[in-house]
RNA sequence: GGAGACGUAUCGAAGUGGUCAUAACGGGGCGCACUCGAAAUGCGUUAGCCCUAACGGGCUCGAGGGUUCGAAUCCCUCCGUCUCCGCCA
């Protein structure tokens, strides 16, 4: 939630950082402005009243007291309180439009952040290289299919299109992967959380998924009751509700947790067929990162947890590169985003693994996230999160790249320790 | 699923229709005094948000609504917490 005083007091600034993000939204900037000024004239003639009849209520005990008569000023209240309880409906109503409006602004991109669309994305660096095969390479549908890792099939059968299942060494490997990550992160002081999976609305809002992106998530809801969850869309939901509400003191940060949770996705029309496989299903695995900062500290976390995705993907030895987004592909409630994206060599494509984000305090005004400073006043804390990392396209990479002629898999090294093999053959049982 | 209790500051908790919500009382924190220092003791101090250039004003007793000139207090709805019983991985 971008803050009102800075739209009040900067409006053009506000409008041309949006603009760069390639919206325009200036007429609702305008808007703000025209209800919030309606609203702080209403306000103003509401609470003089409120004055006049506290002053009023203060006198009637006294005059009774007194042995005199307030009939007359009670009556003159029954006036005064009609005319506050309309007023305060004005104030109410336009408050409320004017809240719809501020939380359809998109958070406002840093300034080093360029202009423009995906197209405009600035790879920053590049590590390893892309693996040459001297052999007829297969994508990893094949591979996985072959070497028995994963059943899509049998998942689309049971759940629908865009699901798949794990099984034997295919689990195994997943089940690696995400105890690596685990245990990279508690080396590196994150605390471990397990979230629930179905989270209430506010979740979302505080997040920024909501109230825009509520066709994106999948909904429980039951027969007997009208309470509604959903199933969260990444453990960032999650994690930057943790302290929702909360004022927290300078020694508490910054905060840093991880989670592991599936993530649920409907990824409702944008399925493309060359994404076969597991690049893009509704529900994949991920470990997530967030950090809560104080506000003049975050790019420190933000620099950090870019590292530390980084390093997770140079230590299973992939090719990546790390790109800088563009305002316009950063997420809705992101103030810069920077995306590792591992090399899939069937493809000829690199796909994100990790989106590393600072939400600055646009999540956190959301959700009343506060701390104490120094200097004794409240502040807005900062958020962070980045992917540590999701599997589902962290396999596919593996097993491309990975990949031998006799169609085995090499296991990446710092996954034998638990996985207990060196090599996936095709034939190999569970 | 059945029955009941509760939700007030940093924590415990009083307040059951007005003139003590800048919240009694107690704990914790902070400051000062005493002390070589500490403990103990004493004194003081310990909200946030909104409007305003300022003076000042308004809001907040889990949330929302109602009754009333006036609600923490009475009524309704919802949310949450706890206890007991039942059921259960």
């Given at each position: ?290 950090q809560y900062t104080e506000d003049d500290k975050s790019d420190i976390a933000f620099k950090e947890l870019v590292e530390k995705a980084e390093r997770l993907v140079q230590e299973l030895g992939l090719h990546y590169r790390l790109s800088k987004l563009a305002a316009g592909d950063c997420s809705f409630s992101m103030a810069r985003t920077y995306d590792i994206e591992v090399w899939i060599p069937s493809m000829e494509i690199y796909k994100e693994v990790s989106s590393a984000s600072n939400a600055r305090d646009y999540q956190a005004r959301r959700g009343n996230i506060r701390y104490r400073g120094e200097d004794k006043k409240m502040h807005f804390a900062h958020t962070l999160n980045a992917s540590g990392l999701a599997t589902s396209r962290v ?36």
């Amino acid at each position: 939630m971008i803050d009102i005083k800075l739209i009040r007091e900067n409006p053009d600034l506000v409008k041309e950082k949006i603009k760069k993000r390639e919206m325009n939204l200036d007429s609702i900037v305008d808007e703000i402005r025209e209800v919030d000024a309606a609203k702080r004239e209403q306000l103003g003639k509401v609470e003089a009243m409120k004055a006049e009849q506290n002053a009023a209520s203060k006198q009637i005990p006294q005059i009774k007291k007194a042995g005199g008569d307030a009939s007359e000023i009670m009556a003159k209240m029954k006036e005064l309180v009609a005319q506050i309880k309309e007023g305060d409906a004005k104030v109410g109503e336009l408050e409320e439009k004017q809240k719809t409006l501020i939380l359809s602004l998109p958070n406002l991109p840093d300034d080093d952040v360029v202009a423009g669309g995906k197209e405009q994305n600035e790879p920053i660096r590049y590590f390893g290289e892309k693996p040459k095969f001297d052999f007829e390479m297969k994508n990893h549908v094949e591979l996985c299919e072959n070497l028995g890792l994963i059943d899509y099939e049998r998942g689309a059968k049971i759940a629908g299109a865009g699901s798949w299942l794990y099984r034997g060494w295919g689990s195994r490997l997943e089940w690696a992967l995400l105890n690596f990550f685990i245990n990279e992160h508690i080396k590196d002081g994150f605390e471990f959380i397990l979230p629930p999976h179905m989270l209430g609305y506010q979740c979302g809002y505080v997040a920024g998924q909501f109230p825009k992106f509520t066709d994106e998530v999948y909904w429980i809801k039951n027969p007997t009751s009208n309470d509604e969850k959903f199933m969260l869309p990444t453990a960032e939901t999650a994690l930057v509700n943790i302290h929702r509400d909360e004022v927290l003191t300078k020694d508490d940060l910054p905060r840093k947790y991880i989670a592991y949770t599936p993530c649920y996705r409907r990824e409702a029309g944008s399925y493309r067929s060359e994404e076969r496989g597991m690049i893009r299903g509704h529900q994949f695995n991920k470990v997530e990162m967030v950090q809560y900062t104080e506000d003049d500290k975050s790019d420190i976390a933000f620099k950090e947890l870019v590292e530390k995705a980084e390093r997770l993907v140079q230590e299973l030895g992939l090719h990546y590169r790390l790109s800088k987004l563009a305002a316009g592909d950063c997420s809705f409630s992101m103030a810069r985003t920077y995306d590792i994206e591992v090399w899939i060599p069937s493809m000829e494509i690199y796909k994100e693994v990790s989106s590393a984000s600072n939400a600055r305090d646009y999540q956190a005004r959301r959700g009343n996230i506060r701390y104490r400073g120094e200097d004794k006043k409240m502040h807005f804390a900062h958020t962070l999160n980045a992917s540590g990392l999701a599997t589902s396209r962290v396999i596919p990479a593996i097993v491309e790249q990975y990949q031998n002629e006799d169609g085995s898999v090499t296991v990446p090294e710092v996954l034998r320790p638990y996985l207990g093999i060196d090599v996936i053959k095709p034939g190999m049982g569970m």
